[in-house]
């Protein structure tokens, strides 16, 4: 059974950093990619940034403020957060790819609000 976790959401002004972190256990091989997206109320969930063999790759709206780095070995996958926004509010998910099977996180809410 795969179990991902993240931490580090929370409350942070406009303007803040948040870094979330992600951590993978149980029977995972042939990791491909690990990824983070985001939900907004109302609104689709969307990919915010994903790293492969190849590097990361982001979202438009976060390209420059945010920054992903995975360890495939370890099974982790970190999520910088730079100069937030409201906008950025969402819950954000954690995500791993093995081929075309997606394990998923249950999700940890960011709120970016003075």
């Known amino acids: 059974q795969v179990s991902l976790v993240e931490s580090g959401g929370g409350l942070v002004q406009p303007g803040g950093s948040l870094r979330l972190s992600c951590a993978a256990s149980?029977?995972?091989?042939?990791?491909?990619?690990m990824g983070w997206y985001r939900q907004a109320p109302g609104k689709e969930r969307e990919l915010v940034a994903r790293?492969?063999?190849?590097?990361?790759a982001y979202a438009d709206s976060v390209k420059g403020r945010f920054t992903i780095s995975g360890d495939f070995a370890k099974k982790t996958v970190l999520l910088q957060m730079n100069s937030l926004k409201p906008e950025d509010t969402a819950v954000y998910y954690c995500?791993?790819?093995?081929?075309?099977?997606?394990?998923w996180g249950h999700g940890i809410q960011v709120t970016v609000s003075s």
């Open positions: 790293i492969n063999s190849g590097g990361p």
């Open positions: 995500t791993i790819e093995r081929g075309l099977r997606f394990d």
């Open positions: 149980g029977s995972i091989f042939s990791i491909s990619a």
